[in-house]
């Protein structure tokens, strides 16, 4: 690696700098002080990325796919070496605390092995002419799941490990190159997982790794001709522009949400409170999937406030390296735009129940009571620690509000009654529906879905094997 904490991206085998001579600064978001720099790569090198990794390609493919898995499971084992030192950039570069920094890290090398293992019983399938009305025996469909070729991975600053490697695990084994772009902020932690990969055998050119600004080189690599498919984590806006840049190619997007709790008249109070805490405010509610607003109704909304308050006032706030469980926001821009949604509740007479103390990026978990629709909070996503309660009347104004967002991520629902649960649900336009239990990505092999503006196709392991290839068919004609 390089001095002053300059680092390297990856091309075609090499660690080298760019030959922009630029490099882009990444301050911590918690201490005032660098924490690194990366390359500020040029178009040139953006097409030497995408063509040294459409050479590898071909015969990463041509390989069989027990020898693909090999070098997962290499990846997996030189990771899970490397948990305290990738745990530590993690938290110095996003802010996470240590320890979840590290089970990012322990959770990332489980997705690998288990996309390993599904990688290889991945098939195609065979097919009879016969079983359509007037078909033939003689005709047989033989169907391969082959290569997309290129994918172009882009992953977000708030899981930098995990949800790159959710994206590039999956394209490796299925037989695909890729093209790895990190969030700017994240893409140290990115680069140390891809250091990773390299040590445990990877190919040259197989996986090249893409640093600069999106000023420069974003559009230039989502429209590149070169680019097979388009796997991207972010905000809705980026989104919405990639998939209008990305003509004809196959796009999955995993987007913003604003994911309600809806707490039913039945449910039991103290474990939606619990649950509603702890998915509200993990990791500063920086999460896609964070609980981000609260309908409760009239008559035990009082009961429900009061266990939300006895709880979050027990969070503990502060520095990342003391495992705090509100640790300070990515960056002073986020930080002035959740202040932004709080300061406009409180114009509109939303009441501070706890929280809206302010210092640095650091932001008081804080919880908000009597918030309106005319409010932003009920319907920006604020991705910090902000939970707004919302007094209804009805179930159905609870099914509307959701319905209502532009989000479609998740949402909880709780109640004891499992006929409640499954009626609900089924009236949710989201594209997960959690019953007694915090709205969250994992386990990581099931669908994870986004509607509406949260998102656009399906991942989740298996899912992901799909996404990524594509179906060949040979039809013998006996």
Known sequence: MMSMNTYP??????????????????????????????????????????????????????????????????????????????????????????????????????????????????????????????????????????????????????????????????????????????????????????????????PKGLLNLVTGRGSVIGDYLTSHPGIDMITFTGGTGTGQHLSQQASMVPVVLELGGKDPALVLEDADLTLAADQIVSGAFSYSGQRCTAIKRVFVLEDQADELVDMLKERVAKLSVGSPEENSFIVPLVDAKTTDYVQGLIDDAVTKKATVVYGNKREGNLLHPTLLDHVTTDMRVAWEEPFGPVLPVIRVKSLDEMIALTNESEFGLQASVFTQNVNSAFTVADKLEVGTVQVNGRTERGPDHFPFIGVKQSGLGVQGIGRSLETMTRDKVTVINL
Do not use: C
């Open 9 to 202: 991206y990856l091309l075609n085998g090499q660690w080298q700098e760019s030959s922009s001579n630029e490099t882009i600064e990444l301050v911590s978001p918690y201490k005032d002080e660098v924490v690194g720099r990366v390359q500020a790569m040029s178009r040139d090198e953006v097409d030497e990325a995408i063509h040294g990794a459409k050479r590898a390609q071909q015969e990463w493919a041509a390989l069989p796919v027990n020898k693909r898995a090999e070098l997962l499971y290499a990846w997996a084992e030189k990771l899970e070496e490397r948990v305290d030192e990738i745990g530590q950039i993690i938290m110095q570069e996003v802010g996470k605390n240590l320890n979840d920094a590290k089970k990012e890290v322990v959770r990332t090398a489980e997705i690998i092995r288990y996309t390993a293992e599904e990688g290889i019983r991945f098939n195609g399938g065979f097919m009879q002419g016969d079983s359509f009305p007037g078909g033939s025996k003689n005709k047989m469909a033989i169907i391969k799941k082959e290569a997309l070729g290129v994918v172009l991975a882009i992953s977000p600053f708030n899981y930098p490990v995990n949800l790159a490697a959710a994206k590039i695990a999956p394209a490796l084994v299925t037989g695909n190159a890729v093209v790895f772009k990190p969030a700017t902020q994240g893409a140290i932690s990115g680069i140390k997982m891809v250091e990773a990969l390299h040590d445990a055998g990877l």
